[in-house]
Structure formats: structure tokens, C-alpha cells
């Protein structure tokens, strides 16, 4: 099973851009790597995914390297609620599929 | 709703005591997941459903945890004769074509305190 390794926290100055960083060094060809984000007494929030290229949405930026074993969720502007844990997530498909969340990066913004 | 919507929001119950947690996806969504969530811990996943069949109960940690969702829609998490080791956030999700390429949308889960 494709397992990921994340740092466990991380600070970010308010108006900075937070990189988040993922290791996934297991990762099989047709799995998509994901981010979430869980904001205390919350369910989490999709962010983005992507599966070879790098993909851009209004939340965040994914960047993922060629031989895909690793990738960096970038948020570019980093606002105090951007505070939550971000999960990096590698998708398991064998006829079902299931995320495996791990335990995540804590991201404080600090003002 | 909108979105994934889960019920109670909180239960505390004695333990042995059974309990049943609701979860209405959104609506027309194929798939929906339940993970179980420990207090500073990822989400871990439980079973799996597409439409009303139980594709994957591999993640459920004893015979007396029981997942249903017999139309297809909402679905029911059952635990019998809880114990304190159970208690946890229980978080539902739901997509749309139960596709690897989409994204969960997740309720705010229930809080289950067994005491």
C-alpha cells in the first residue's frame, strides 16, 4: 500500500506562502495523490489533486515531481483561517479504493 | 442539504450500550465511506459502500461494528455493547461515481463518548 510521509507541523507567517511538503515514494502509477485540510470540529475539506502534472485551483497549487514520489501543496497566500491540519493522501484502487490520511501536517498561520 | 449531513451530532453512552449513527450523503451520490477518527489522529477507514453494496469492510475493528445502507442512500453505522475504546469522531463521506479521480465531500461527523 502506498503510504505517505508528512512533517508533523509547520508555522507560516500571515501573507506568506505555506509549502507543504509530501512523501510518497510507494505510489503506483494510476494513483492520484490528494490534499484535504480539517479545520478543528470539522470534517475535512478537499483542497486539490493531481496524478502526473501540476495542477492549480482557486484554493491552492499542487506541484508533484517527475517521478512522482513526492509532491507540495502551496498555498500562496497563507490567512490565519488557512490554520487546519492538511492531509496528503495517495488514493488505493484494487476493484474498491480507499484513502489512507495518516496523521498530517498541523499548519499554524501566525499573525 | 447541500452537503453531507450526519447524525447525532454528539452521543455519550454507557458502555455495552448499543448505537446507531446516520448518514445522509448528497444526494444521487454513489459511494460513501465511513472513517473513524481518534483524538489527534487521521481518519481511519472503516467500509466502503457503492450504491447499497458493501464493496469493502475491511477497515470495521470488530464483529461488533455493522455498516448498512440498504436503498442506496442513507446509511447506518451500528456498534453494539460499546466499549471506551470506541469512543471517537465517526466521519461519513459521499462522491458522486465512486471514481479515484473525484473528490469526498465529508459531514461533520458524530462524536461517540462511551463512558
Known amino acids: 500500500d502506498a503510504k505517505t510521509t508528512q512533517p508533523t507541523s509547520m508555522d507560516c507567517a500571515e501573507g506568506r506562502a505555506a509549502n507543504l511538503p509530501c512523501n510518497h515514494s510507494?505510489?503506483?502509477?494510476?494513483?492520484?495523490v490528494y490534499w484535504y485540510r480539517q479545520i478543528h470540529s470539522q470534517g475535512p475539506q478537499y483542497i486539490i489533486h493531481?496524478?502526473?502534472n501540476n495542477e492549480t485551483n482557486e484554493m491552492a497549487s499542487l506541484i508533484i515531481t517527475e517521478d512522482r514520489k513526492s509532491s507540495t501543496l502551496i498555498l500562496p497566500h497563507a490567512t490565519l483561517r488557512d490554520t487546519a491540519v492538511y492531509y496528503c493522501?495517495?488514493?488505493?484502487?484494487?476493484?474498491?479504493?480507499?484513502?489512507?490520511f495518516g496523521t498530517g501536517t498541523r499548519l499554524k498561520v501566525l499573525a | 442539504g447541500a452537503g453531507v449531513s450526519q447524525s447525532p451530532r454528539y452521543k455519550v453512552a454507557k458502555r455495552g450500550q448499543d448505537v446507531a449513527l446516520r448518514c445522509d450523503p448528497i444526494?444521487?451520490?454513489?459511494?460513501l465511506f465511513w472513517y473513524q477518527q481518534a483524538l489527534g489522529q487521521g481518519p481511519e477507514f472503516l467500509t466502503y459502500?457503492?450504491?447499497?453494496?458493501?464493496?469493502?469492510k475491511s477497515g470495521l475493528p470488530s464483529d461488533r461494528f455493522f455498516a448498512e445502507r440498504p436503498e442506496g442512500s442513507v446509511s447506518t453505522l451500528k456498534i453494539q455493547r460499546t466499549q471506551q475504546e470506541d469512543s471517537a469522531v465517526y466521519l461519513c463521506?459521499?462522491?458522486?461515481?465512486?471514481?479515484?479521480?473525484?473528490?469526498?465531500?465529508f459531514g461533520s461527523g458524530t462524536q461517540l463518548s462511551v463512558l
Open positions: 459502500f457503492q450504491n447499497e453494496a458493501q464493496l469493502d
Open positions: 493531481g496524478l502526473k
Open positions: 493522501i495517495v488514493v488505493l484502487t484494487s476493484g474498491t479504493y480507499k484513502y489512507i
Open positions: 444526494s444521487g451520490h454513489v459511494s
Open positions: 463521506a459521499s462522491s458522486f461515481a465512486g471514481s479515484t479521480n473525484e473528490k469526498l465531500f
Open positions: 510507494t505510489i503506483s502509477g494510476n494513483e492520484y
